[in-house]
């Protein structure tokens, strides 16, 4: 027994030496940068217990400044309304919150003077998600509570804008909830309009608003729309998520479930900028970050 003593020695020390030699975790490179110091087990505890309470504090947060549900502001209600800030709005939308509700609309022309000439929901719609397309106008009302992340995409009949509608779960209400970025989307089809013509053309004295619940569960997608241009009752099947009609997906995308063509990828260099590179089924596709 005394013989493995002087081995077990050894092996303690290199051990030792092995534990002072590793690389800081990040807790420690901070305290260091502030103290000099190593984190002890005490700050460890210490640190663990103030992210909790953090993590606790926004989710309080969160709860607390999730609206009362109310109904959809009238015309009137909207009209009246100021406006609020969004961040890159470049296209001077006017966008206007009341109580949990909130609209973006669109009606001047973009920097190059195109016309305003159509929004699709790419993301986020839910059965109090609202889309309006008329002469010169487009148009986005939904109700924003905590998990909201909406993607719309706002065309002119020279650009195209993708507008993000969220607020992050387990945080305080955002100040700024509108988020507007110009995209490299060629506007060869004023967005959504097709799809609501053939709406209407499949479904008898249908309506592409709030009106007509049929209009709710589809989704103005522009793959749709482009795969059967000519075939009506496809693009609406397509449009609602229709597992017989896929969109025809250009080489190297995939169809979602929900009949969206996303890109496959192996890293995220794969994927445009503001995309990552994800599991999606037995592949793995871009999905935008966020």
Known sequence: MRAYLPLLALLLCAACSKKEHAEPTAEETALKKSTGKKLTAEDEAKAAASAEELSKKKKKAAEAAAPERTKVPTLAEWNA????????????????????????????KSP????????????????????????????????????????????????????RIAWKKD???PAAFAHFVKTDDR????LGVATCDCFKKVNKGARCDDSD???????????????????????????????????????????S???????????AADCPSG?????????KACFENG
């Open 112 to 163: 190059g003077g195109g016309d305003p000439s159509g929004v699709a929901i790419e993301r986020g719609r839910n059965k109090e998600t609202f889309s309006f397309v008329g002469k010169g106008v487009t148009s986005v009302v939904t109700p924003l509570l905590p998990g909201t992340d909406l993607l719309a995409k706002y065309s002119w009949s020279d650009v195209v804008y993708a507008v």
């Open 257 to 267: 479930i929900a009949n969206y063509c996303l890109k496959i990828c192996e890293t």
């Open 187 to 190: 506007p060869e089809k004023p």
């Open 275 to 283: 995309y990552t590179c994800d599991e999606y089924l037995d592949t």
């Open 171 to 173: 945080e305080g209400r």
């Open 81 to 108: 309304a100021k406006e609020v800030e969004a961040k890159g709005n470049a296209v001077g939308c006017e966008v206007k919150e009341v109580r949990e509700w909130v609209r973006v609309s669109c009606r001047k």
């Open 213 to 255: 619940d049929r209009w709710m569960i589809v989704q103005q997608n522009p793959w749709c729309e482009r795969s059967f241009a000519g075939d009506c009752e496809t693009m609406i099947g397509c449009a609602t998520g229709a597992p017989s009609a896929k969109p025809k997906c250009p080489a190297g995308h995939l169809a």
